[in-house]
Structure formats: C-alpha cells, structure tokens
C-alpha cells in the first residue's frame, strides 16, 4: 500500500438534454472527494480517449493515466491491473455510470479481484496514517462515520459534495498518460457484458411503521411465549400485510400491472 496515493476511476458521462458528453457527475463528486484529502490525486480512465476527459484535469488532478481498452472490452481487467502496480491507499468511483447499462457492479467486480472492503455512499474522506475516516450518507438524510485501516474502494453517490469548476488553464495544458493492455488481459473472460434477462420490477415493499403505531393501527395483538407454529404463522401474516411477502394471487396482481 502507498498512504501518499489517491485513486479515482474516471468515465464519460452523458448531458441528459443534449446528449454530449460531459463529466460523469458521480465520478466528478469523487474526484472533488479525493483532493479535499490533501494528498495527489491520480485519475484512471479505461476506454477511448475523449476531450472531455481533460476536465477532470481542470479539477484539480495531479495525473490522469487512460487505459487503452477497445470499445466492448471489459474495462475490469485492465483497472484491476493497473490499480495492483499502483497500490493505492484509497480508490474512489462513482456508484454507476452514466452511459450503458449502468448496473453499479463494476466497483465491486473491481474489489473482488484485488480483496478490498467497498464502502459505499461517501461524501467526505479523511485520511489520518493508515486510518481512513469515511462519512457515510445514511437513510433519513443522516450520516454515519466509520474509520477503516488498509486499502479501501469507496462509492460515491448524489450525496456527494457538490462538483468543483473547472480552471481551463489546467484542463488544456494537463497531459494524460497512454498505457496500452497486455494482450492477456483482452483475451480474458468477459463477464460483464454478458446479455442480461429483463423482466418487469417488482414494487418496492413499504417501510415498516414502528411496532407502536402499527399495532394501534391494525388492532394487532401481542403473542407471549407462542409456539413455533403460531409465532411463524403471525410473522407471516405480518408480512403479507405490510406486502413485504407476496403470495401467489398478489404476485399475479402486481405482474399484471406492470405488463398493463
């Protein structure tokens, strides 16, 4: 591990109004993440080179190295490479890209390979020797703070902070780094971009009211000491009333409306 490196990996993203491409927002939250560290940040890129990319370098970057890998590949092999020479002591990304299919499962392909914990939904990163104090965005607009030894790979999200301008001396004199793949890597199997299946969302299960106030609402009552039957039996039931299991005629229900 090297404590002096940053990492943040890099994609193009897309103007949702006139479909350009622009930073990808997410990555672009990370990078302003990164350099609020105080250490050199590294930008990582794995694609086809795009003038956009010199943004990222009016943001701030120390480095920007693009990975040449060819339109279709599978970028993970030649990231999880590239980041296995650096060893970084933190590597930051944004939770989806912005083009494609955009599932979120790339950062974690990424610290399959290399055994790193993934934290996801950072706004704010703190690195003291080997500790990383990592601010979490939780459910109800709360935040969480957690500190982690070791290499860690962080997520960022819309929560993150807000994305720094870009200084356009920096971003037109900065000069990104080729680095070509080993032929190895490219033969390696491609996973990710295997055709996935589609099927119709289920809806999302209600949150489930505190025991109180459910209770007072659906006149439930209290089983002391039940049997395992009749606890099993009340805790399905529960869970059939607040729809968090579904059974056969509701399933063909929901199914039903969303082909609708």
């Given at each position: 591990m090297n404590p002096e490196?940053?990492?943040?990996?890099?994609?193009?993203?897309?103007?949702?109004?006139?479909?350009?491409?622009?930073?990808?927002?997410?990555?672009?939250?990370?990078?302003?993440?990164?350099?609020?560290?105080?250490?050199?940040?590294?930008?990582?890129?794995?694609?086809?080179?795009?003038?956009?990319?010199?943004?990222?370098?009016?943001?701030?970057?120390?480095?920007?190295?693009?990975?040449?890998?060819?339109?279709?590949?599978?970028?993970?092999?030649?990231?999880?490479?590239?980041?296995?020479?650096?060893?970084?002591?933190?590597?930051?990304?944004?939770?989806r890209a912005e083009i494609g299919s955009g599932s979120g499962l790339l950062p974690y392909e990424i610290a399959q390979r290399l055994a790193l914990p993934v934290v996801p939904q950072i706004v704010s990163a703190t690195l003291r020797g080997e500790t990383a104090e990592l601010l979490q965005a939780v459910p109800g607009a709360k935040r969480r703070l957690l500190r982690t030894s070791g290499p860690v790979l962080v997520t960022v999200d819309d929560h993150g902070p807000p994305v720094r301008q870009i200084a356009k001396g920096p971003a037109r004199r900065g000069v990104i780094e080729e680095v070509a793949v080993p032929e190895r890597l490219l033969l390696a199997p491609n996973l990710m971009l295997q055709p996935l299946a589609e099927r119709p969302a289920r809806k999302r299960p209600k949150r489930i009211r505190p025991a109180s106030e459910t209770q007072a609402n659906n006149q439930r009552t209290t089983l002391t000491n039940p049997d395992a039957e009749a606890a099993a039996h009340a805790i399905l039931n529960f869970m059939r009333s607040?729809?968090?299991?579904?059974d056969s005629a509701q399933e063909a229900s929901q199914t039903k409306e969303h082909a609708s």
């Open positions: 490196v940053v990492v943040v990996l890099l994609s193009i993203g897309r103007n949702p109004v006139s479909g350009r491409p622009r930073r990808a927002q997410r990555d672009a939250r990370a990078v302003s993440i990164a350099i609020g560290t105080g250490k050199p940040v590294i930008g990582v890129h794995a694609g086809e080179q795009q003038d956009v990319l010199h943004d990222y370098l009016g943001m701030g970057l120390a480095r920007l190295i693009k990975i040449d890998v060819p339109e279709g590949e599978d970028p993970v092999p030649a990231i999880a490479s590239t980041l296995s020479l650096m060893k970084p002591r933190l590597v930051l990304t944004g939770a607040e729809r968090i299991l579904l």
